[in-house]
Nanobody, 124 residues
Framework: QVQLVESGGGLVQAGGSLRLSCAAS????????MGWFRQAPGKEREFVAQ????????YYRDSLKDRFTISRDNGKNTAYLQMNSLKPEDTAVYYC?????????????????WGQGTQVTVSS
C-alpha cells in the first residue's frame, strides 16, 4: 500500500521553528519528486516547496524561500520541511506530495500521491 505520512506539526510561538517529516512507504521513493503544500482555512491549497528525485534541485514559493528548507533522505524514504522564523500567517495544514514528473512542479495537479496532512499553528 502506497502511503505518505506527515508528522512534526504542532503549536509554536511566532519566531519559532518546526521540522515536518514525510515518511513514504510502498513505493520507490527515489523515483518521486517530493513537494510540500499548505492549506489555511478558507483558502486554496498552495505550493510551498519541492525537491527533485535526485535532491539536485529545489523550488520554493518566493515568499518562503528565506525561511523554509526542503530536504530528503532517499535512504530513509523521508522528506523534510524545516520551517524557521514562523509567523501566524504560516498557520495551515501542511501536506506532502509525490510526483513522478520532472522539473518544476508547483501545481497541486502535478502530484498523484498525497499525505493526510499535519496541522501547524503559529501563535502571536
Amino acid at each position: 500500500q502506497v502511503q505518505l505520512v506527515e508528522s512534526g506539526g504542532g503549536l509554536v510561538q511566532a519566531g519559532g521553528s518546526l521540522r515536518l517529516s514525510c515518511a513514504a512507504s510502498g513505493l520507490t521513493f527515489s523515483s518521486y519528486a517530493m513537494g510540500w503544500f499548505r492549506q489555511a482555512p478558507g483558502k486554496e491549497r498552495e505550493f510551498v516547496a519541492q525537491m527533485t528525485r535526485s535532491s539536485g534541485t529545489t523550488y520554493y514559493r518566493d515568499s518562503l524561500k528565506d525561511r523554509f528548507t526542503i530536504s530528503r533522505d532517499n535512504g530513509k524514504n523521508t522528506a523534510y520541511l524545516q520551517m524557521n522564523s514562523l509567523k501566524p500567517e504560516d498557520t495551515a495544514v501542511y501536506y506532502c506530495a509525490g510526483s513522478r514528473q520532472y522539473g518544476s512542479l508547483t501545481s497541486r495537479h502535478m502530484y498523484d500521491l498525497w499525505g493526510q496532512g499535519t496541522q501547524v499553528t503559529v501563535s502571536s
